[in-house]
């Protein structure tokens, strides 16, 4: 674990406030995959019918919902945002598996270049960190006030 601990440690210490912005894009951009998933009736019919597996796709569409849509408002906010990250790791692989799978999959024409972009930003803001345009930077901050000269 300490070598994942010099890294985060090196990664908030080296933290442009650029990163936060896309930080923000990304928890936007997830917010609106989910919300077009839970409108896409279809799709979320498709994806029930296409896989029968009985009640476990059921199951994964409720989990994507909701943990789709908080986490991407955690990401946007930067709260907790390692972990919000890692909990959204599973939902885009699972989303990158289904766009490569499906029977009229077109490389040019599909979500999958995004679906792979939002999952290497994912992996980067996990190691990452939310930086200090953060809920996470400010509750360090009011925890050690010494901090503040470093962010």
């Not at 569409?61 to 908080?70: K, P, R, S, T, W």
């Amino acid at each position: 674990m300490k070598p994942f601990d010099a890294i985060t440690d090196w990664a908030d210490a080296h933290h442009p406030k650029w990163l936060d912005v896309l930080r923000i894009l990304l928890g936007v951009i997830l917010f609106f995959k989910g919300l077009t998933f839970i409108l896409d009736k279809n799709l979320t019919l498709q994806v029930l019918h296409d896989n029968d597996f009985g009640f476990i796709p059921l199951l994964i569409v409720h989990y994507v919902i909701i943990f789709q849509m908080a986490h991407s408002v955690l990401i946007s906010f930067g709260l907790i945002t390692r972990w919000a990250a890692a909990a959204q790791i599973p939902i885009v692989t699972g989303a990158i598996y289904l766009i490569a799978t499906n029977s009229t999959f077109q490389p040019l024409g599909s979500d999958l270049w995004l679906a792979v972009l939002l999952l290497f930003l994912l992996v980067f803001f996990f190691v990452y960190g939310a930086g200090p345009l953060s809920v996470d930077a400010v509750i360090k901050r009011r925890r050690d006030p010494s901090r503040e000269a470093l962010v």
